[in-house]
């Protein structure tokens, strides 16, 4: 399917087939040699919440950069792709397929990914295990609040609670978690299962930002303001801000964008302000644009170009 700016594929790739993508290029423009990819958002489908990861590989593709938004194995339209124990294996797998497809057909050969709240492990997996990987946005992820700003978070929550019309919904739940014996507790099966101590949750991304500062990938943290509140410096990061290795990383905390990006105007701050991010590694200093027209390779992967574009 071709539009004025992109031409979407729709795509089975990886072993057997088992995921599912549509991978969305410039229309008029080779593809570059970094594209971007974009995955679930936990169990969400691969277009994201309210489509943001559609709006965004517009944005991109008029923009010129290539991106491929794809399901993990297991979630969403793609089948399971493997049966390893390991929750962040199977997340890499899937990624590392993607990246595969993506080179076979865009000639790309580095990989910007942006990911959402539980997808933000996954992509900084995915950047430590492929050296294809040079750039992570990772929005709503890790964070790390001290006391002070854990107070200051609650605090105005339960000012701001009672007076929002989800809260007489929310207190009920919460009441059903802690004290209804019919309500379970158990957690799910597959990819949303596992938990892990705060602290060792903290220790495992202190190593890995690390190791990706250290390996010139470029980090991009980003932090709602639903979610968190409110923000003082560099707040969510916690001791980490104090670390030389951080102060390498992009830090914004997006005050008027919501967890879910469901207003108008949080999409339109997430799309330019991570669309711009990414356009940036894609065509820096050290990026050249390429601007000559040329056909994608690897067309017999595609799926009928008469499906919708999810």
Same mark, same amino acid.
């Given at each position: @399917?071709?539009?004025?700016?992109?031409?979407?594929?729709?795509?089975?790739?990886?072993?057997?087939?088992?995921?599912?993508?549509?991978?969305?290029?410039?229309? $008029? $423009?080779?593809?570059?040699?970094?594209? #971007?990819?974009?995955?679930?958002?936990?169990?969400?489908?691969?277009?994201?919440?309210?489509?943001?990861?559609?709006?965004?590989?517009?944005?991109?593709?008029?923009?010129?950069? *290539? *991106?491929?938004?794809?399901?993990?194995?297991?979630?969403?339209?793609?089948?399971?792709?493997?049966? *390893?124990?390991?929750?962040?294996?199977?997340?890499?797998?899937?990624?590392?397929?993607?990246?595969?497809?993506? =080179?076979?057909?865009?000639?790309?050969?580095?990989?910007?990914?942006?990911?959402? #709240?539980?997808?933000? =492990?996954?992509?900084?997996?995915?950047?430590?295990?492929?050296?294809?990987?040079?750039?992570?946005?990772?929005?709503?992820?890790?964070?790390?609040?001290?006391?002070? !700003?854990?107070?200051?978070?609650?605090?105005?929550? !339960?000012? !701001?609670?009672?007076?929002?019309?989800?809260?007489?919904?929310?207190?009920?739940?919460?009441?059903?978690?802690?004290?209804?014996?019919?309500?379970?507790?158990?957690?799910?099966?597959?990819?949303?299962?596992?938990?892990?101590?705060? =602290?060792?949750?903290?220790?495992?991304?202190?190593?890995?930002?690390?190791?990706?500062?250290?390996?010139?990938?470029?980090?991009?943290?980003?932090? *709602?303001?639903?979610?968190?509140?409110?923000?003082?410096?560099?707040?969510?990061?916690?001791?980490? !801000?104090?670390?030389?290795?951080?102060?390498?990383? $992009?830090?914004?905390? @997006?005050? =008027?964008?919501?967890?879910?990006? #469901?207003?108008?105007?949080?999409?339109?701050?997430?799309? $330019?302000?991570?669309?711009?991010?990414?356009?940036?590694?894609?065509?820096?200093?050290?990026?050249?644009?390429?601007?000559?027209?040329?056909?994608?390779?690897?067309?017999?992967?595609? @799926?009928?170009?008469?499906?919708?574009?999810?």
């Amino acid at each position: @399917m071709t539009t004025a700016r992109a031409t979407q594929t729709p795509m089975r790739f990886g072993p057997g087939e088992a995921l599912v993508g549509m991978l969305t290029a410039p229309a $008029q $423009q080779a593809p570059g040699g970094i594209a #971007c990819l974009m995955f679930n958002m936990g169990a969400n489908h691969r277009v994201g919440p309210r489509r943001i990861n559609v709006k965004l590989a517009h944005v991109l593709a008029a923009r010129g950069v *290539s *991106s491929l938004r794809f399901d993990l194995g297991g979630v969403g339209d793609s089948d399971a792709l493997d049966t *390893s124990p390991d929750l962040q294996a199977r997340a890499v797998h899937s990624l590392q397929a993607a990246m595969d497809i993506a =080179e076979r057909m865009l000639g790309a050969r580095q990989f910007v990914i942006v990911a959402m #709240c539980s997808g933000v =492990e996954h992509a900084m997996s995915a950047a430590l295990a492929d050296a294809r990987v040079v750039a992570v946005s990772l929005f709503d992820g890790f964070a790390f609040p001290e006391r002070r !700003a854990r107070w200051e978070r609650n605090l105005r929550r !339960a000012l !701001a609670a009672p007076a929002h019309p989800s809260f007489p919904g929310k207190a009920r739940r919460w009441l059903q978690r802690h004290f209804s014996r019919s309500h379970s507790t158990t957690a799910l099966p597959g990819f949303f299962a596992e938990k892990r101590a705060p =602290e060792v949750n903290a220790a495992w991304f202190g190593t890995a930002l690390q190791s990706l500062v250290e390996r010139k990938v470029a980090v991009q943290l980003l932090y *709602s303001g639903s979610l968190h509140v409110c923000d003082r410096g560099r707040d969510q990061l916690g001791a980490f !801000a104090r670390l030389p290795y951080t102060q390498a990383v $992009q830090y914004e905390f @997006m005050g =008027e964008v919501d967890h879910t990006v #469901c207003t108008e105007k949080g999409q339109r701050l997430f799309l $330019q302000c991570v669309g711009d991010w990414v356009t940036d590694r894609c065509f820096g200093a050290s990026t050249e644009r390429r601007s000559q027209s040329r056909p994608l390779a690897g067309a017999e992967h595609a @799926m009928p170009t008469t499906w919708a574009a999810p």
